[in-house]
């Protein structure tokens, strides 16, 4: 079993929806959780950051963690078609020395016109 | 501010053949990594270093080595080329070993095919 785990979709969506896009890991460890959007054939960039429980808005993106299930979730209102992209989660634990991103496969979006 | 710099963008090299990734980063982050991407296999970790000098072997590291002299460079050897060995490699860096606050920045990538 991996110890991030992260449904490949594609997920197909109309032009305005809300988006969700989870992910579920194994490790107690992890505390500083990630998301990042990939554009085809483009190197992955940081879309949110959170540490620990809870949830962080930033604009239309909305991040949320819940260590006590072992859950993240990010959402996406008022989609566009721009966000078409893969979605990944990354998450670590360590502290003090170097830390290793553990990555999600990655969620395939696309918003449709 | 570039960001991280990775060349080439494209390599196709045949079996047993040795190569370089170039990997440079202009944001004086300390903390560099290289990361290959699989299909169904998301981002796995190579090598990572926390400093000019220090190495680290991450979760799949034979056939590749890495040494880091300064602060910006990173370079990826691949020793003997294999097959298996292709992918899309990415480069990122951190200020932070966390990557707390500004996440982890990655390059665009460099798709290397082995034939």
């Known amino acids: ?113 | 501010n570039a960001g991280v710099t990775q060349t080439p963008k494209f390599q196709v090299l045949k079996t047993g053949q040795s190569m370089t990734l170039q990997c440079a980063q202009d944001m004086n982050h300390e903390y560099m990594s290289w990361y290959r991407q699989d299909p169904g296999m998301g981002l796995r970790l190579i090598h990572y270093s926390v400093g000019a000098g220090i190495t680290d072997q991450g979760e799949v590291p034979n056939g590749y080595n890495v040494s880091r002299s300064t602060t910006e460079d990173f370079p990826l050897r691949l020793l003997s080329a294999a097959p298996s060995q292709t992918s899309v490699y990415f480069c990122a860096s951190s200020y932070s070993n966390t990557g707390r606050d500004y996440g982890y920045t990655f390059g665009s990538g460099t798709r290397l095919t082995v034939v």
């Open chain 1, 1 to 113: 079993q991996k110890e991030v785990e992260q449904d490949p979709g594609p997920l197909s969506v109309p032009e305005g929806a809300i988006v969700s896009l989870n992910c579920t890991y194994s490790n107690s460890a992890f505390q500083y959780f990630m998301w990042y959007r990939q554009y085809s054939r483009k190197g992955p960039e940081l879309l949110m950051y959170t540490y620990s429980s809870g949830n962080k808005e930033d604009g239309r993106f909305t991040a949320q963690v819940d260590k006590s299930s072992k859950y993240i979730s990010l959402f996406i209102r008022d989609s566009q078609p721009s966000d078409s992209a893969t979605y990944l989660c990354a998450m670590t634990g360590h502290t003090g020395t170097a830390s290793k991103l553990t990555f999600g496969t990655g969620t395939r979006l696309q918003v449709t016109l």
